[in-house]
């Protein structure tokens, strides 16, 4: 069994890479920063003796996708995990920074795309029945204040999973999205451009989830029998109630 999760430098990827190693799966892994990228190979098969491939590219840019992936030959991973994405900016919609809506849009979305037509076309010339585990968002079920385009990005992925669900019914790959709440990695960090005490102000005085307690969801769903697909898990913070219901001390 080969999994293949995007976004494997940081956050819930990591995490997420590091939990399918731990149970003896092989891995490929991607992400834009060459030396995190090979820093995560090399601390993964060290520890879990398991194979792992490390493909750096840039998930907007369609042809380093396609090269990316072809690069893999005759490998066809058995699980796709879509995780990959980002917020950038938080601000009423007529003050938006066009730069940041792109990068959402071309990453959460497009990028998505981009991986999952090429990958999901291998798993049907293989003959693999797979899965592709999408990462959602509470902000794919809900729109809260200066959330706007992030929002929609997600509310994107949420259309899509249900969308690709139907359409590779006929190749019986799964099609599962995992929505959290706030989980604490480099999110925030990187949605206010690098201003970490803003960052951490978004989980003061409430406990956030970790990328461990994603990669844990991930995984149950990966882990089902072949005849159960798990269609969507929203997983919060106990602290968390809705995405703007939170219980602070
Ligand atoms: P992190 O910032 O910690 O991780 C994001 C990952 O995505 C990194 O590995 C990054 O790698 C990769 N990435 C971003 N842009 C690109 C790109 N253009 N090409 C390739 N890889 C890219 O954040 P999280 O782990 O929190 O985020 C992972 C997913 O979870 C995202 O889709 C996010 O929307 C979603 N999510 C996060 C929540 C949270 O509260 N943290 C809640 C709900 C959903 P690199 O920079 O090396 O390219
Ligand atoms: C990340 C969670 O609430 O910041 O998707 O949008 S939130």
Known sequence: MIVLVTGSTSGIGKATAEKFASEGYDLIITGRRVERLAAVQHALQE????????LCFDIRNQPEVEAAIASLGTVVPNLLVNNAGLAAGLSPLQEGR??????????????????????????IDGGVRGHIINIGSIAGKEVYANGNVYCATKHA???????????????????????????ETEFSIVRFDGDEARAKKV?????????????????????RPAHVNISDIVITPTDQASATNVLRS
């Open 47 to 54: 520890r879990f003796k398991v194979k792992v491939t490390s």
């Open 157 to 183: 992925v949420d259309a899509l999973t249900r969308g690709m669900r139907i359409d590779l019914l006929p190749h019986r790959i799964k099609v599962t999205s995992v929505s959290p709440g706030m989980v």
């Open 98 to 123: 066009l730069d940041h809506w792109e990068r959402m849009i071309d990453t959460n979305l497009k990028g998505l795309l981009y991986m999952t037509r090429i990958v999901a076309n291998k798993m």
């Open 203 to 223: 989980y003061e005085g409430m406990q956030p989830l970790t990328g461990e307690d994603i990669a844990d969801a991930v995984y149950w769903a990966a882990s």
